[in-house]
């Protein structure tokens, strides 16, 4: 059976306005992603960019990809993503071996990256689901009241956390068995780690100030898709 790529892209965002419209060295943010699908796109990937705007509805037409409108039920903020992929799979009413996410907000990906995955879960049958992950070096803590609380020993250095992880949001992929007549959550999740190369998860317009910046240079553009 096939896979399918699903591209979510809704309209709205809070902390960046319009975000995957938002220009990247020239384009819209959503345009990287939809680059890098159709360049690993095969007969073994399906490609459907699922999402509630119209002007990203025209990019799909000018890029001849497939549009699918996203309902307003699971156009809001607090949508989980689980009920998009659901969705999809109601109108489009095909069998899958896998479902893939790529997200507009993290456009760093290895070419070789969605096909690794797939490997990867079909070796170990064991797992439902896998999620690509950077180590976290950070320190974090809460505040209360205005007096800061860290979840960290006040001796320990950046060297000595090991095993804390972060989600890139580069890939997700399910199988669809999770999503057969109901939405089952993932019991065991696949955990395939970064290693040298560069990734970044837009949140803020910090952030995509510096993956512009980043990709002035045309040495560095061939970062949005790698060649290996």
């Not at 609380?149 to 999770?178: C, E, H, M, W």
């Not at 040298?196 to 560095?220: V, Y």
Request: glycine content about 2%; charged content about 30%; hydrophobic content about 35%.
């Amino acid at each position: 059976m096939n896979s399918l790529i699903i591209i979510p892209a809704r309209k709205g965002s809070k902390r960046v306005k319009f975000k995957n419209l938002v220009k990247v060295n020239n384009k819209p943010l959503i345009y990287w992603t939809i680059n890098y699908a159709k360049k690993i796109k095969n007969k073994n990937y399906d490609l459907v960019i699922s999402s509630d705007c119209n002007k990203i509805k025209k990019i799909c037409n000018n890029e001849d990809v497939f549009f699918l409108k996203r309902p307003k039920k699971i156009s809001g903020d607090h949508i989980s993503m689980h009920k998009v992929i659901f969705e999809v799979l109601k109108k489009i009413k095909k069998s899958y071996k896998y479902i893939i996410l790529l997200q507009p907000t993290s456009p760093l990906r290895k070419l070789s990256l969605v096909s690794n995955a797939i490997k990867i879960l079909d070796k170990h049958v064991k797992f439902d689901s896998l999620v690509h992950l950077a180590q976290d070096f950070s320190f974090t803590g809460k505040l209360k009241k205005d007096m800061w609380k860290p979840d960290f020993n006040i001796n320990k250095r950046t060297q000595d956390i090991k095993n804390k992880f972060t989600p890139t949001g580069a890939l997700y992929v399910y199988r669809s068995f999770l999503y057969k007549k109901n939405i089952k959550q993932p019991k065991k999740t696949y955990g395939m780690i970064v290693k040298d190369e560069p990734w970044i998860d837009i949140d803020f317009n910090r952030d995509l100030e510096f993956l512009d910046f980043l990709l002035k240079k045309e040495k560095n553009r061939k970062l949005l898709v790698y060649n290996k």
